[in-house]
């Protein structure tokens, strides 16, 4: 087959906050870059007290920083300084603290709204990139030459060739879906419902992470005391839940989360999603790399969803930049060869990691409570296992791309 023209160097599918970090951390090195998006990327308005909380773990703050973005998303951040885990009604509890991991924060809490603003804003500054909007892929293949995609945009198709293509079109994506990549599927028969919620008492920066026999409550601090609340009630409780009135909500939550933080006092606009596990069994194809969601969607029981997409981002572009040093195609197999084994051994532990605890925290048997609550204990009374959880959840473990060592790419 002759050679393909090509019109991009690397086209990636999906605009969202995993798309974006991609073509930012591309940009400036000489690549030819394209952002597909099936909505206009644009600011999503006003704060408010319903802006959803996002957990960026110590090792995401590393590559923002590494990008130049951090000290404008610390404006908006608050800082998680402990980290306080138990198991409701029994004796087990284990705490991890910023100051005795040597860093200054375990992690940091920002808005959705306010993370997306700082990621357009510096996307909108990249003249490399170019964001196609609103269009949405419908076919997709590759050859040895190049990767195409045939795009739909204001009632026209056309069709786009890359060097490389990226999926990072979430857990429903529609690349994967095409390809037929293999995946993992359970899904947990447990919904996250979500919201912010104020309590009496200040914060003092501390995250909560309390299992129940419903599943996991946890409580990330936020800005003007707020908390953002991720509460797991089985899939036959949700509609009772999502019913309640403010006051109702507030007594239920209470129930199952105690006074640590005193009486709670306000709560915002709840919404609810199923929770599944979801792991593509293959991370590339020809000319093609899966990325975020796309690629992994996990219990939030850990809160790595976004913070291991990011890491997916740090490891990809380590390689495209690789390539591209060496005078290589960006796409060829041995690059992303190099991308899937340097990304599966941490995407499918965080799997059975988060999997694991979700499965062992909901067993109501006694023998497998006791052992958890022991487990617990032990974490906290044995300083280098609770060392090796706290570098893993902070995703310092292993080998590190440049970005996630905080250099610039």
């Known amino acids: 087959m002759s050679e393909m023209r090509t019109d991009y160097d690397v086209l990636i ?19 030819r870059i394209g952002l597909l998006e099936a909505a206009i990327p644009s600011d999503p308005g006003r704060p408010s007290y319903d802006d959803r909380g996002i957990a960026l773990a110590h090792g995401s703050q ?48 920002v808005t959705a709204r306010h993370l997306g603003r700082h990621l357009l804003d510096r996307m909108n500054q990249c003249a490399d990139v170019e964001v196609i909007a609103p269009a949405r892929v419908v076919a997709v293949d590759s050859s040895a030459d190049s990767a195409f995609v045939e795009v739909e945009q204001d009632g026209q198709q056309r069709t786009l060739h890359t060097k490389l293509l990226v999926a990072a079109d979430g857990g429903k994506s529609f690349i994967r879906e095409q390809l037929e990549v293999p995946t993992q599927r359970w899904e947990y028969g447990q919904t996250a419902v979500v919201t912010n919620i104020t309590p009496e008492q200040p914060h003092h920066n501390v995250a909560y992470e309390r299992f129940t026999d419903s599943g996991p409550v946890a409580l990330l601090p936020m800005t003007e005391n707020r908390c953002a609340l991720v509460w ?74 976004f913070n291991l997409g990011l890491r997916d981002v740090s490891a990809l572009v380590d390689v495209i930049l690789a390539a591209q040093k060496e005078h290589d195609d960006v796409g060829h197999s041995s690059a992303l060869d190099r991308f899937s084994q340097w990304r599966k051994t941490e995407q499918k532990s965080m799997a059975l990691a988060t999997d694991g605890l979700a499965r ?50």
């Open 13 to 31: 599918v999906g605009g969202g906050m995993v798309g974006a970090s991609l073509a930012i951390a591309l940009s400036e090195h000489q690549l």
């Open 232 to 305: 797991t009630v089985r899939d036959e409780q949700v509609d009772e839940v999502m019913a309640f009135d403010d006051a109702q909500f507030i007594q239920h939550f209470q129930e199952r989360f105690g006074h640590r933080l005193g009486r709670f006092t306000r709560v915002g606009k709840r919404n609810h999603y199923p929770l599944n596990l979801l792991r593509a069994k293959e991370f590339t194809r020809e000319r093609i790399a899966i990325i975020g969601n796309a690629a992994h969607t996990l219990h939030p029981i850990a809160g790595q969803g």
């Open 360 to 409: 062992l925290f909901s067993n109501p048997l006694k023998s497998i409570r006791l052992g958890r609550n022991a487990g617990l204990l032990l974490v906290d009374l044995f300083p280098p296992l609770r060392r090796g959880i706290a570098r893993g959840a902070m995703g310092l473990l292993g080998k590190l791309p440049r970005l996630s060592r905080g250099l610039k790419p």
């Open 62 to 109: 590393k590559i923002f920083q590494a990008m130049g973005l951090w000290d404008h998303i610390l404006e908006d951040a608050t800082p998680i300084k402990d980290i306080h885990i138990s198991d409701r009604g029994h004796f087990g509890f284990s705490h991890l603290n910023a100051a005795k991991e040597g860093v200054d924060a375990l992690g940091h809490v």
